[in-house]
């Protein structure tokens, strides 16, 4: 055997690390997650009661994020599923699955028996095959307080026409994990990256799996070249001619005891399938104007093989201060001609025509002769004011692009079709700036919905929905507007003790209650006919007491007899408290 060069020997060893690490964060995880693995038990026993399908129409969902949006692919619909709501003391996680017609722009909810978990920051995609499909893929679950995680390694599948969850079980799958992201190639599924986290570690990854839609197996793939570095939230999008698109994404790793170094990812690689079982990296230098740095940011597939980028976040520390700049700007990738150019709105065609009137194109900055001291005008911000229930004003931020940057997209893009064009006539209706946001394209037109921005310490939700004809690129339509009724915010404050314990299942009860108030009480039956029911007017600590026993052996029942006796109380007080809570 030859000498190993230095970079296959940095290689081999970064490979080692890596693989120490994960030991090291799966030893302590699995501690963490085994308390929150009887409560996910539990909630599945309460969505196994549902028997049939129901559908319900219903106003909007509520203000999420870190849910999937996903095209219906042979109906106009959009489905929602999953996310996650924090509303500045607890973390709330769903499970509820939404359908959006297109055509009549109202919701209905799906209540579907046996449904996967509660979670967030999964992967979902959907294939044509027997009358629509929709898989979904790994995801976390989280308490409340932000302290404690349960990351999935579980594969679902949604059969659109019969309306029935189908877990799929194959053996030789990705860790547990969030962040991932997930494409449809050929007839397999590739999943790359993302990350694992428990109270005092992570990790991130950089690994690629495929699942084949035909055999139902994984397989772990070990491409030549050099990869991308470990990374979550990137971009990962299918070319044309069957290889697989990976740009950005973010990771973090510590640098001394508690000190943290975030790193926001630029670099774009391509995963080149050269066989049936053969893969290659290949580092990719695009040209066009790139998007600045960003993490947060939210992505899918538009017309004419152009993958889009939209929003996103940048964020600076400042010594203890976190301050982010959010972003609602749109950059295309052209996946034939490797090229970045920005989305820029071209504005009504009646306005265009009047413009166009006796008016000569000024040259674009490209065109202008080197050393010249012409500059084009910056960008115009608009600020907006939204008032929220509880009386917090919240400024917005809108970057409007100058005329001449838009007619330099119209000039260097517009000749083969691309999504730009001239000028709008003034400051354009356009989503305001978020991160997380969730994606959807059909038909052409693409749809935002929900995601989340910070006014200093507080985080907003939203649940607005917009939309945007990728092929005109004229103007927003507000199908949704934000509701500032739906801006709840709890300031910090000193929690009692055992707080923790209520954790992963406390808030989300209380929230699937007060979500579902108008189908009545027909569930909270059901619980009572199965659980001991509350006493009119009895307090929590009278009810526990009365109930203790029943809960604790519920609870030893879904860790196993090897759990310890202290963890099974534990895990039965916070069963007791959400069923408590959920039925006052």
């Known amino acids: 055997m030859g000498k190993k060069s230095k970079k296959e020997r940095r290689a081999k060893g970064a490979e080692k690390t890596a693989a120490k690490m994960e030991k090291k964060v799966s030893k302590r995880a699995r501690k963490e997650e085994e308390d929150l693995e009887a ?42 599923f999953g996310g996650e709501y924090f509303n500045g003391q607890k973390t709330f996680l769903y499970n509820e699955l939404f359908i959006y017609n297109l055509r ?52 679902w599948v949604l059969h659109l026409a019969s309306k029935t969850w189908e877990q799929v079980k194959a053996s030789g799958g990705p860790s547990g994990r969030s962040g991932h992201r997930m494409v449809v190639c050929k007839r397999q599924l590739v999943v790359f990256g993302g990350f694992h986290e428990s109270a005092r570690d992570y990790i991130y990854y950089n690994d690629a799996y495929t699942f084949n839609l035909d055999t139902f197996a994984w397989v772990k793939l070990a491409p030549s070249g050099m990869a991308p570095s470990p990374r979550s939230g990137c971009q990962l999008a299918t070319t044309p001619d069957g290889n697989v698109l990976i740009y950005g994404g973010y990771s973090k790793q510590r640098i001394k005891k508690d000190v943290d170094k975030g790193t926001l990812h630029t670099d774009m690689f391509l995963l080149k399938a050269e066989g049936s079982d053969k893969w290659m990296w290949t580092r990719l230098t695009p040209s066009g104007v790139k998007p600045p740095p960003r993490s947060g940011f939210s992505v899918a597939l538009g017309p004419n093989n152009r993958s889009l980028l939209f929003g996103g976040v940048h964020d600076e520390e400042e010594e203890e201060h976190l301050e982010g700049d959010f972003f609602n700007d749109m950059y295309f990738y052209d996946l034939a001609k490797n090229r970045w150019f920005p989305g820029q709105l071209k504005g009504r065609k009646s306005e265009k025509k009047k413009k166009r009137r006796g008016q000569g194109t000024e040259p674009s900055p490209a065109a202008l002769p080197e050393g010249s001291d012409e500059t084009p005008p910056g960008p115009m911000e608009i600020v907006k004011e939204v008032v929220a229930e509880d009386g917090t ?13 838009e007619r330099q997209s119209s000039e260097s893009e517009g000749e083969d079709g691309d999504a730009t064009g001239d000028e709008a006539s003034g400051p354009q209706v356009e989503p305001c700036p978020r991160s997380n946001a969730m994606l959807a394209v059909k038909h052409g037109v693409l749809y935002v919905y929900g995601g ?9 939700t939203l649940n607005d929905l917009y939309a945007l004809d ?21 300031e910090e404050s000193e929690s009692d003790e055992g707080e923790d314990a209520e954790g992963a299942e406390g808030g989300e009860e209380e929230e699937d209650d007060s979500s579902e108030e108008e189908e009545g009480s027909d569930k909270e039956d059901e619980e009572e006919e199965e659980h001991p029911a509350l006493q009119h007017d009895e307090k929590y600590e009278d009810y526990l007491s009365r109930t203790e026993q029943y809960w604790v052996r519920l609870a030893r029942r879904h860790l196993g007899p090897d759990a310890k006796e202290k963890k099974a ?12 809570e959920g039925s006052a």
């Open 39 to 80: 409560l996910i038990a539990e909630f599945q026993t309460l969505d196994a009661k549902k028997t049939q399908v129901l559908e319900t129409s219903c106003p909007p969902p509520s203000p999420r994020l870190n849910a999937s949006l996903s095209a219906h692919p042979e109906k106009d619909e959009l489905i929602l």
């Open 393 to 405: 004003v919240m400024t917005i931020k809108e970057t409007i692009s100058c005329p001449t940057a």
């Open 104 to 155: 009549k722009n109202s919701w209905a909810k799906i209540d579907i028996p046996n449904p996967p978990p509660r979670r967030c920051a999964h992967q979902a995609v959907v294939v044509s095959q027997g009358g629509g499909q929709l898989w979904v893929f790994g995801g976390e679950f989280a308490s409340p307080d932000g302290e404690q995680f349960y990351h999935y390694k579980d594969l």
């Open 569 to 580: 109380v534990k895990v039965g007080h916070a069963m007791a408290k959400t069923f408590y």
């Open 470 to 490: 990728l092929h005109k690129m004229d103007e927003w339509k507000v199908l949704v507007e934000m509701d500032p009724k739906t801006q709840e915010w709890l």
């Open 452 to 460: 989340m921005f910070e006014v200093g310490d507080r985080q907003f």
